[in-house]
């Protein structure tokens, strides 16, 4: 086999043998900077400015302050390859021992090991700019950090020796600073500056929309200010360290949580050091596995822990909690995508979907999606994806996510969207924004551009899409209805009257009252919803009008996002109500032929409630008679008593009704859309 | 600015100050495993096959050993959810002192520090599995290695202790083996086991296809046993060690390299330890730097170091060398795709393209292109794209990799391909095969799936897919116009003697002969190859006929693949050949009106040439009077006497002579499509 050899094997073997050596993990990132998301002068300003503000937003938020970010980029010598960046922020500060090692090594920080929702996770980001700039101008990084008991301020000036992964400190003072608390980081490096898409502009606009508790000012190269005011005051709560939960945890990492556990005994390791197992679940668990129980953590045998992990996934355990957690929450999604929007007026804004939490590898995760069509969007271009991880946009690598592949994935033609061969990024007047939080993001790289695929996110990612995908179908065959409807009832008012007229001169009649006519031929009920808006109050009338030719007893179903329903005030009262999913319910005195009676609602204290805001539903009448609304979807599992009767009573006296059939039908199809989630 | 603090602010900067600690690289990449393409069973896979094979290829070719692999999957426990993965090598063995590093130890391989084409460059790639392994299923891995003079193959089981990031040796032991050198690690981890797309069995085919040097065995987990026989035994080229080259060096690396140089002052520094400085331009570095050239490289300081950077890009230096990579090469390019195209018969083999080596950030890198289209190959489909870097092919994340980028980027309309847009991936029979090989690839992350984008290679990229692109608009193009010409000539041939005989019957005459009229009218000089291949050799016959009114004098010209061209046989001889562009020219003696000649080529031990491979270029006659070849391209800077003075000729005394005109309209056409580069 061996061919004429360079040299003796056993020399080879030696050869390869004495170059084996030992990576720097700096050494390894100098050379691989692309892989940190330093590849180009113009992405490397932004992930600089990006790794600054995540860091600024970490520490301000886990301190309970306010965050109030200043990012300055100016220029840096003659080449005008250079650029000086500043990020500042209103943290706790960094207690001085803790300053080198925080901006001058890579692999260490504070957020790594604590398993909570947070943008930082690696302890790699802003050593990595450090390590850039270090590379690329050879200037130290200026650190100025104060914490609030402090006199001054600590200005550390440092490189990361990349031989060794340690900060060098190369001078280091105590100065005044106005500030009470905070840091300031100030790096030389080779970059470019741009404006437009993927750049520090639109990274920090997006980031203003999703943290809006969050004051950001941007001073660019040429001395532009922009600042991106707080739009509240109100902190979002502070996600809590949650324990790993058992739900898709490997055997080995099961294994170092037993060798790292302090407890007396398994069951007590479970129970205390796991999250969802109950004292109660973790003895059956224990008894599951064939254990005593009794048995030290450390001491399991790799055939037991194989055993206990089966326990585990056989036992019935507390689903994992979004303590861990801080979503977005639906209010902020809809205020987030009309700040987006700007001066674009959307049709229509989908209520915002938001899936309970999930696990990946003991990890809890869940995702939020809020989608706008229609108005001014372009309607010839692919749909606007706007990809965020924990309250972080994402700008590049929009083909690698996973978040691109769930949305590509989903045949949108059945929602109503234009795509080629169902697959694909579909075209059409839409902007959909993704949020994945969790205490564990799977990114692709340390870049932190794109999220990887796997299996269970991928399942809720495609879940909560087509619930938003959903919302947007109704939406388009609503109005394609409403249109149908409505001009044929104008077409009839119209018509009718002049016919009749002409007709009756010809005969020398009088003219008949038509109304009844009219209402034989349109035969609908209609439902008129006003929205009435003052600087204080949102008031909406909702005007429900028989327009068929005998008595109707209706169920009106309103579908509100729930913080908007808990303000409303009703006249008259709705008979049900769940505030948990939003929705109120009215039945209606019997209405007779041509009979109208309205529903009022009043939002206090609210300005930005619109038509589209309210989805209203209606039981007691089918879809073919139905205008302004659509029947009661099959998945609102309440129950309608006197509707249900009615249809007894008609079907009895009534001769043959189309009613019950159709009204059947209308739920059967709203299954089967329910199915296709 | 602060509101009410979770707790006083010294104790918050403490707080989170205690919690700050450092993250082992294997904690940190157990936790981030997506990052080394471990995010689902199925990739998990093909990264351990990936990471094993590629360590076997790079063993075997650094000791000049033939590879020969073996690669064996099979079920393992009751779960369904497990695969023992074994791979073994033909490499030179690995000495007892280092398996466990190698194996167990992120971060650690002989690779990295070595300025050359591999495909390991990161140290990561096989300890990833092990720890993957580990992760999943609790089981060590099992090395058995074998270097030529030691009787027994050491056997040791392991695994990563990801604390520490150092090996854990479980057992030891010597065994008897029948390879006289080699490595074989075995591994059990959580995976599953595909055909079709992105699966072993596609990333081995592949990689048959690059390395037709190895013979790889892939056993499946039902027994089925697929054999890459080696298409030769040469072994390619070893790449060779190169220094470090100035041209897109950062300052801070020049910096790293003048503290690590052992030489004693910086004129030799430059000449010695870069790549590309004559002793004569470190002269001109040095004086253009303002630097005596006696200086220790240690001792120059921050802005010494500037100048000196000013000066290496200020003067001319050599240009990159090849030396430290190792091309796939344009006849291995066309085997290659041969074999991934199996039965389908494509209708054109462009000519395959490779570009100079270049550099960035100091290191070499070339792009390889090759283009088939048409024949079986679906029409009505994107682009097929095969990736390679360093000879290995990538098979995920391909809309995250520059590859995919530049082949977007391209306005493939001007090339004669679907492309909504024109950006994206263009839709047509067409496939397109790209390989970058470098001594340091840039990929988007540690699973080296993806290339980052980058101005240079991006740039390189574009101009090596383009000229493929305008080999094949030259193909569409001419297959047009032949099938244009071909038809008339067909139709012209069977009608005219139609028309005569019946006309010559009515007014009872003797059929005229038709030959000048059909020369007349048809006004074309005819090239018509036709080749014979018999088990020896391939026999090509060119016939040139002159069916127009008057004597031509033609220049032939041939461009064929180098290596095709080198065993060419000639009668007549040419009157010049170019071994180097593979091209060869005749001058034909003058060819009468209605005359035929004709050239002809022998290709002996060969029988893959086909009528594809040759393209031909005629002189002498302008393209609207040639059928089966195209005028000569301007970018030929070939004298052509004769035909010149032919054209001088007719010039003078023939009357109003288009094809001057014509010949220089070919010309600037085919320096416009030249532009487009």
């Given at each position: 086999m061996p061919r004429t050899l360079v040299a003796p094997a056993r020399s080879i073997a030696e050869q390869l043998a004495s170059k084996q050596r030992e990576i720097s993990v700096a050494e390894f990132f100098e050379r691989n900077r692309q892989i940190l998301g330093f590849d180009n002068p113009q992405r490397s300003l932004l992930t600089t400015v990006k790794e600054a503000v995540d860091n600024g937003l970490d520490a301000s938020e886990e301190a309970g302050i306010l965050p109030d970010l200043r990012v300055e980029i100016s220029k840096e010598g003659e080449g005008g390859d250079r650029l000086r960046v500043a990020v500042e922020d209103s943290g706790p500060g960094i207690v001085r021992r803790e300053i080198p090692n925080v901006f001058g090594r890579l692999l260490y920080g504070s957020r790594f090991h604590s398993n909570r929702q947070a943008r930082g996770q690696q302890g790699i980001g802003i050593s990595a700019a450090v390590l850039y700039a270090g590379l690329t101008t050879a200037r130290p990084a200026r650190i100025t950090s104060k914490i609030a008991e402090e006199e001054g301020a600590r200005v550390l000036e440092l490189i990361l020796d990349t031989q060794k992964n340690l900060p060098r400190i190369v001078s280091e003072e105590v100065q005044l600073w106005d500030r009470e608390h905070g840091t300031r980081i100030e790096l030389v490096l080779k970059a470019k500056y741009i404006r437009g898409r993927q750049s520090p502009l639109e990274y920090l606009r997006g980031t203003a929309i999703v943290n809006p508790h969050a004051r950001i000012v941007l001073v660019e190269p040429d001395g532009t200010k922009i600042t991106f005011e707080r739009a509240t005051s109100e902190l979002p709560p502070i996600s809590k360290e949650t324990l790993p939960h058992p739900y898709g945890l490997e055997l080995g990492e099961l294994g170092y949580l037993l060798k790292a556990s302090k407890r007396e005994n398994i069951r007590e390791m479970l129970s205390r050091d796991?999250?969802?197992?109950?004292v109660r679940a973790s003895r059956e668990v224990v008894a599951a596995a064939g254990l005593k129980g009794s048995e030290a953590p450390a001491s399991l045998s790799g055939e037991a822990q194989e055993k206990l992990l089966a326990g585990l996934r056989g036992v019935e355990l507390v689903a994992p909690s979004a303590e861990g957690l801080s979503p977005i929450g639906p209010m902020l999604i809809k205020r987030g995508l009309r700040n987006v929007l700007g001066e674009v007026r959307p049709d229509f804004f989908a209520p915002p979907v938001s899936r309970p939490p999930k696990v990946r590898g003991g990890f809890p995760f869940l995702v939020e999606v809020g989608l706008v069509y229609g108005g001014g969007l372009p309607a010839d271009q692919p749909l606007q994806l706007l990809r965020f991880a924990n309250r972080v946009p994402l700008l590049f690598q929009q083909g690698a996510c996973a978040i691109t592949s769930a949305v590509a994935a989903i045949d949108w033609r059945r929602y109503g969207l234009d795509q080629k061969g169902g697959s694909g990024l579909p075209a059409g007047p839409c902007l959909l924004l993704v949020h994945v939080a969790s205490t564990k993001i799977p990114f692709t790289s340390e870049a932190k551009e794109a999220l990887a695929e796997d299996e269970d996110l991928d399942r809720e990612l495609t879940l909560a899409i087509q619930a938003a995908a959903r919302h947007l179908k109704a939406h388009l065959s609503r109005v394609g209805r409403r249109q149908f409807a409505s001009d044929k009832f104008a077409i009839i008012q119209k018509i009718l009257p002049r016919l009749a007229e002409k007709a009756s001169h010809l005969i020398d009649q009088p003219v008949p009252d038509l109304a009844p006519v009219i209402t034989k031929i349109m035969d609908v009920v209609t439902l008129e919803p006003t929205v009435l808006a003052d600087a204080r109050s949102v008031q909406v009338t909702v005007k429900i009008t028989n327009y068929t030719a005998r008595p109707r007893v209706l169920e009106i179903f309103l579908e509100i996002d729930p913080t908007t329903l808990a303000l409303a005030e009703y006249a008259p009262a709705p008979e049900g109500i769940d505030r948990g999913l939003g929705r109120a319910w009215w039945t209606l005195e019997k209405l007779a032929s041509n009979a109208r009676t309205q529903i009022e609602l009043r939002f206090p204290a609210r300005t930005d409630v619109e038509a589209n805001d309210l989805d209203f539903y209606v039981a007691g009448v089918d879809e073919a008679h139905l205008l302004g609304a659509d029947p009661l979807p099959g998945d609102w599992d309440v129950r309608l008593p006197r509707a249900i009767i009615e249809a007894a009573e008609t079907a009895a006296n009534g001769p043959t009704d189309e009613e019950e059939v159709d009204y059947d039908a209308a739920e059967a199809s709203a299954h089967v859309s329910e199915d296709e989630g």
């Open positions: 796991l999250a969802g197992v109950s």
